[in-house]
Nanobody, 124 residues
Framework: VQLQASGGGLVQAGGSLRLSCAAS????????LGWFRQAPGKEREFVAA????????YYADSVKGRFTIARDNSKTTLYLQMNSLKPEDTAVYYC??????????????????WGQGTLVTVSS
């Protein structure tokens, strides 16, 4: 299933963006759905994940309370609502899926399906 991420852009610190991830018109039926990000010169890092069958959500400490991961009721789109953005949130954001849930949801190596990424730039 091909994933298409969108919604990135340039925003001032303190602003908000909502990222979307669509699965080529099909449903996101995987149990593990996640967002990762990669800043220039850094490794890809975990942002948020959702275990679909149990609707449990997990967040990196750096975004907890500011970002919200959600999937729409039609199960075709994954979202990442980002509020109170900071310059250190600047990165390319990737959506990803894994058919089954894995307790290492924070490890990018556990996922096997990735979108192309969308750039988020937060100015100070």
């Amino acid at each position: 299933v091909q994933l298409q991420a969108s919604g990135g852009g340039l925003v001032q610190a303190g602003g908000s963006l909502r990222l979307s991830c669509a699965a080529s018109g099909r449903t996101l039926s995987s149990d593990s759905l996640g967002w990762f990000r990669q800043a220039p010169g850094k490794e890809r890092e975990f942002v948020a994940a959702i275990r679909s069958t149990m609707n449990r959500k997990y967040y990196a400490d750096s975004v907890k309370g500011r970002f919200t991961i959600a999937r729409d009721n039609s199960k075709t789109t994954l979202y990442l609502q980002m509020n109170s953005l900071k310059p250190e949130d600047t990165a390319v954001y990737y959506c990803t899926t894994r058919l089954n849930w894995n307790t290492q949801y924070y490890n990018p190596a556990m996922y096997n399906n990735w979108g192309q990424g969308t750039l988020v730039t937060v100015s100070s």
